[in-house]
């Protein structure tokens, strides 16, 4: 198949641009990228389309999200600590089993890839219900997206700091835990699909449950996952307990390393992020959800200054209710643009670089996704750039992502597969993914007594019935 006479945006190591362009796809890959006008002979069979008006570049690379939690969106809203402790996130997750897995993954993955996500990082929790990852890697495998999906554990028992404080029943034997994800990797892992441990964070694991999602990690060529400085409170109660901060941590356990994949990253000092950039660490800035619970800026800029490899992530729909990774791009820089009090500081370009190609590093998959070069996968999206929110055309590149419009991705290709045709997902069905959510949330909301509580936080007067 031959896309021509588009703008093709290539991510590749010189940034070329054609403004009327081609790709050529054979056997899943990019075969030939270039100028329309040079396309030469084409073999006959091969099905030559016109992307006239729109513009086609790499598929987006979304490095973390939580896909089961697609149905907890809008619940905690402004939620005071209290609430989240007795009813909140805990109460929810125990809720949480297979078809509520299932119904969060359809929606959070139906939202992102219809938008140009073509490799997305989960992370889902292993317990208290064992197979409520099943139920999402079923949804992953439906959906055809290229994704990492890492089984979250913990075990600590300290209880000293309730923000870090978890839950008896959530606890697991590392052993127990290992075994768990070799099972899931032997029944889901594929061409697209990676299944990784995580040790949730220093202070939720112990020395040996990190050590040992790593060492599975290490055994089975996975990336290997953890939540990673992502609060001030974390900071503190790290440095009381350990003496110093979490990366500085996963670099004494021997954890950091180029398999290594950690969110957050707010509150870092210097010599931890000289860590990262020293172990070729992957980071995944998730700017949205860092200011959905005011935890604080990352030093976005630092850490791209020290070569650090950073991509970024919306999280999930618990902590940044859209899934929407354009809003995350413009996010990025205009939070660094008030933090640095520097308006000049990045650039419309970077931001695509950093949802492009910057994430595939982060993920140390540039060899085969984040660009349109030969001989790397043909994942990439078709945009429509004749909508008013991209016009005018001359600056199309600052439109993507400070105008922020992701219904004008037309077409999605992953492998050379459209998985997206005109909006419309080929596999995952819109009315029947958005009936199976609104079923699901019931359910939650009634097993853990959230009902009410979200009927009297509105201070409006609703009239009739149903859930505002």
Excluded at 131 to 155: F, N, W
Aim: net charge negative; aromatic share 6%.
């Amino acid at each position: 198949m031959i896309l021509k006479d588009s703008m093709v945006v290539t991510m590749d190591d010189e940034r070329n641009v054609y403004e009327s362009g081609y790709v050529w796809v054979k056997n899943g890959a990019i075969y030939r990228v270039g100028d329309s006008a040079e396309i030469g002979e084409v073999p006959a069979g091969v099905d030559v389309r016109s992307a006239r008006g729109c513009l086609v570049m790499p598929g987006l690379i979304n490095c973390h999200s939580h896909f089961s939690n697609g149905i907890l969106r809008g619940i905690y809203d402004e939620m005071p600590l209290a609430v989240w402790f007795s009813k909140g996130m805990w109460p929810v997750m125990e809720a949480m089993e297979r078809p509520a897995g299932k119904a969060g993954a359809e929606l959070a993955l139906l939202e992102q890839m219809t938008i140009g996500v073509t490799t997305s990082v989960s992370g889902e929790f292993g317990t208290p219900n064992g197979d409520t990852i099943d139920g999402v890697l079923e949804a992953v495998h439906q959906s055809r997206i290229r994704a990492i999906v890492s089984r979250m554990t913990i075990d600590s028992a300290d209880e000293s700091s309730a923000s870090q404080a978890v839950p008896r029943q959530y606890r697991e034997k590392p052993d127990d835990a290992a075994k768990e994800v070799r099972r899931l990797q032997r029944a889901f892992n594929s061409d697209r699909i990676g299944v990784a441990p995580e040790a949730l964070g220093v202070l939720r694991c112990t020395p040996e449950m990190v050590q040992a999602m790593h060492e599975v990690s290490v055994e089975t060529g996975s990336h290997f996952l953890m939540h990673v400085a992502s609060s001030k409170e974390e900071r503190e109660e790290s440095y009381r307990r350990l003496g110093h901060g979490s990366v500085a941590e996963m670099k004494r356990l021997g954890v950091l390393g180029p398999k290594t994949l950690i969110a957050h990253a707010i509150w870092l000092d210097d010599a931890e992020i000289d860590h990262l950039a020293e172990h070729q660490t992957g980071v995944s800035h998730n700017p949205v959800a860092n200011a959905y619970y005011a935890s604080g800026f990352a030093r976005l800029a630092e850490l791209l200054e020290a070569g650090v490899r950073v991509g970024l992530g919306v999280d999930g729909a618990s902590t940044n209710n859209g899934q929407n990774v354009w809003e995350t791009m413009k996010m990025a820089l205009l939070f660094q643009k008030e933090r640095l009090s520097n308006a000049s500081f990045g650039s419309a370009e970077l931001a695509l670089e950093l949802m492009t190609r910057r994430g595939a590093m982060a993920l140390h998959m540039e060899d085969q996704i984040g660009s349109l070069e030969p001989g790397k996968r043909a994942d990439f999206i078709v945009i429509d750039t004749e909508r008013v929110s991209l016009a005018p055309a001359h600056t199309v590149i600052s439109n993507l992502v400070y105008s922020n419009d992701p219904g004008a991705v037309r077409d999605v290709y992953i492998d050379g597969e459209q998985v997206v045709a005109s909006g419309v997902h080929k596999y995952l069905n819109r009315a029947d993914v958005v009936d199976g959510a609104r079923v699901a949330q019931g359910h939650v909301l009634e097993r853990t007594g959230l009902k009410s509580y979200l009927a009297s936080r509105s201070k409006w007067k609703w009239k009739g019935a149903g859930m505002r």
